[in-house]
């Protein structure tokens, strides 16, 4: 009788190893599934609070909109500096930019802190228009630059800046900026 007992107890915990091998295995072939489905597909972020409308971001590619939201913000942050700004300026432009390029632009950041500190020189921008290029990852900003020294509006000039980016996964990150200068000679 302990035979038969001992034999049916073995049995009964064979199939119990067996079935739970088995959902081992089941749940091990879901998480490659579901692993490779997470890593292979686009990454989507909604972003809304401050667009007025709603907008999707996609590792698949740059929205034109997003690109020229993320500008407009970008030239107001780069192009509007005073001297009681500098460091809010300089942290704000760096903590955007590209880690690939965040060391060469924060040395010209600096030389600008540095001829700045202590003038009374403030510059503002009113922005007449953007352009974006979502492909090669460039966007150009037209607007009138102020200068201000004291409380003096010394010049307004029309100039043409443009920004270069650099979009990986869902990351927007700035790469460098500067004036778009006019060749001699060139109609515009």
Known sequence: MEISFAHEASQRTLKQRNLLALICVVLGILVV??????????????????????????????????????????AQLALNRSPETLQYWLDGIVAISAPEARGALKAKLLRIVAEQEGSQVTQFVTINWIRTDPENLTSQVGGVLHTIVGSKDVRREHKIFEFHWTYTGVSLRLKGFGVVVKKEGANQ
């Not at 490779?36 to 972003?47: G, Q, W």
């Open 33 to 74: 599934v579901m692993f490779t489905a997470a890593s292979t597909r686009d990454r989507e972020v909604v972003l809304q609070p401050i667009l007025p409308s709603q907008m999707t971001l996609s590792s698949a590619a740059l929205s034109p909109a997003y690109l020229e939201a993320v500008t407009r913000d970008t």
